[in-house]
């Protein structure tokens, strides 16, 4: 494992945590970091502050997180 200047790429991300959810007996989907911090925002900020991160058109579809 190393660190490059490379943009890590949507299918590293998923190969990644499916790998480690495989370690320890989880399913994790990359999609569930981002519901996860989506969530989170809404939680301790503001549902707009949230959208906005999200880049989300309608606010209905982020209070659906």
Do not use: C, W
Request: aromatic letters at 10%; zero cysteines; proline letters at 2%.
């Amino acid at each position: 494992s190393h660190i490059t200047r490379d943009r890590i790429t949507k299918h590293a991300i998923y190969f990644i945590a499916k790998q480690r959810g495989r370690q320890v007996g989880v399913n994790i989907m990359p999609h569930d970091f981002r519901r996860s911090f989506i969530t989170r925002v809404i939680e301790e900020f503001d549902l707009s502050i949230a959208q906005k991160l999200a880049h989300h058109t309608h606010i209905s579809t982020t209070a659906s997180y």
